[in-house]
Nanobody
């Protein structure tokens, strides 16, 4: 089994910063893709940023220049540095990882439980 645990959410004023962390634990062979998604009330879940095992990143247009995704492969962790936060960034943020549980198994998506980020105006 693979577990993802997010941390670092909270309440922040507009213009402020937060750092989210996500740690993968359990028994697995490798993690390729890792990403952060968010879901605001009444809206669909959307990709915020992603990073491959070799560090290639991708961001939603709405967060480019404000958010930075990074990962620590040795610790099986992914981070999201968020700055210049806006009220529209308010959402539950989820971590996702594409994981192979063995060298011959296919890869599957695993999700964390989410962490709330609230940006006040």
């Amino acid at each position: 089994q693979v577990q993802l645990a997010e941390s670092g959410g909270g309440l922040v004023q507009a213009g402020g910063s937060l750092r989210l962390s996500c740690a993968a634990s359990g028994s697995f062979f490798s993690i390729s893709f890792m990403g952060w998604y968010r879901q605001a009330p009444g809206k669909e879940r959307e990709l915020v940023g992603s990073i491959t095992s070799i560090g290639t990143t991708n961001y939603a247009d709405s967060v480019k220049g404000r958010f930075t995704i990074s990962r620590d492969n040795a610790k099986n962790m992914v981070f999201l540095e968020m700055s210049s936060l806006k009220p529209e960034d308010t959402a539950v943020y989820y971590c996702k990882a594409l994981v192979a549980t063995s060298g011959r198994s296919p890869r599957y998506d695993y999700w964390g439980q989410g962490t709330q980020v609230t940006v006040s105006s």
